[in-house]
Nanobody, 121 residues
């Protein structure tokens, strides 16, 4: 079993940057692919980015490609999401998840509690 705790959200002006972190407990962290999803008010949860267990493969949603970078440090049981050039439409609760390498919500078994990101215009 894996427990995930996300952090690093906050309020930032458009064009600014934030780095989200997701710390995992459990010895099996390195065997899971990790993903970031987000959910804005009144909208469905959507895929942002994912990274394979080794960190060798990454996939991004079109809205994130070129601005966001997902990475992981298996020695620290942590996955990161570096977000640059933030836009007001990036405002959402961001969730980290552990599971199978996929952009599909249902393939992830474990979820963090979410961290709020608010981008002001």
């Amino acid at each position: 079993q894996v427990q995930l705790v996300g952090s690093g959200g906050g309020l930032v002006q458009a064009g600014g940057s934030l780095r989200l972190s997701c710390a995992a407990s459990g010895r099996t962290f390195s065997s899971y692919a990790m993903g970031w999803f987000r959910q804005a008010p009144g909208k469905e949860r959507e895929f942002v980015a994912c990274i394979s267990w080794s960190g060798g493969s990454t996939t991004y949603a079109g809205s994130a490609r070129g601005r966001f970078t997902i990475s992981r440090d298996n020695a620290k049981n942590t996955v990161y999401l570096q977000m640059n050039s933030l836009k007001p439409e990036d405002t959402a609760v961001y969730y980290c998840a552990a599971g199978r390498y996929s952009a599909t919500y249902a393939t992830y078994d474990y979820w963090g509690q979410g961290t709020q990101v608010t981008v002001s215009s």
